[in-house]
């Protein structure tokens, strides 16, 4: 499809399992970013990927959460021993090229449940 | 920090009512500015953006002027439809490339 693609859309879990979501960007889009949104927290940056650069990590709320994205195009968010307070939508979204005018576009998300 | 600060919802309109959001802003540096629309099991989609002061972001017949001088960005619609019932965020972006996004406002637009 044309636009940003995430998967699993849904995602159960138990506390303590680790879990793996993935995003596919829109071809062509050089900047990546994963977002989260959750009761009481609104919409959060964790975080960002540009081209070949270092990412910036900034937002990631602890070092449970880990993220990679190769070949400049699918990404992976990682996080471990998963807490109740993990739950959420994880949003990813891509950019045409990074820039404070770029439009972010964003996927259907990941709803997370821990148990 | 940047942040975004919007109107509380939830608001509920008549059909052909005329809708305002309110967004004001805090940011470093020259922020762009966008309104976000999330319909009812759906995603975030882009409904307009502003990207320097005195652009005025239009679409689906939604409108908002970036304001520095105020710094707002409000949402307004002449007059709304059942189909504008969703979740409205203000967003900004500025030179970190970060969206900070407001609360969301809750929209219901009655028949």
């Known amino acids: 499809g044309a636009g940003v693609s995430q998967s699993p859309s849904n995602k159960v879990t138990e506390k303590g399992k680790d879990v793996e979501l993935r995003c596919d960007p829109i071809s062509g889009h050089t900047a990546l970013y994963w977002y989260r949104q959750s009761l009481g927290q609104g919409l959060e940056f964790l975080i960002y990927?540009?081209?070949?650069?270092?990412?910036?990590k900034s937002g990631l709320p602890s070092d449970r959460f880990s993220a990679e994205r190769t070949g400049g195009s699918v990404s992976t968010l990682t996080i471990q021993r998963t807490q109740q307070e993990d739950s959420a939508v994880y949003l990813c979204a891509s950019s045409l090229r990074q820039g404070a005018q770029q439009p972010q576009h964003f996927g259907d998300g990941t709803r997370l449940s821990i148990l | 920090g940047n942040s975004v600060t919007q109107m509380e919802g939830p608001v509920t309109l008549s059909e052909e009512a005329f809708l305002t959001i309110n967004c004001t802003y805090t940011?470093?540096?020259?922020?762009?500015l966008f309104w976000y629309v999330q319909y009812p099991g759906e995603g975030l989609q882009l409904l307009l953006k502003a990207t320097k002061a005195d652009d005025k972001g239009s679409n689906k017949g939604f409108e908002a002027t970036y304001r520095k001088e105020t710094t707002s960005f409000h949402l307004e619609k002449g007059s709304v439809q059942v189909s504008d019932s969703a979740v409205y965020f203000c967003a900004l972006c500025s030179n970190d490339y970060k969206l900070s996004f407001g609360a969301g406002t809750t929209v219901t637009v009655r028949a």
């Open positions: 940011a470093t540096g020259y922020p762009s």
């Open positions: 990927f540009q081209g070949n650069s270092a990412p910036d």
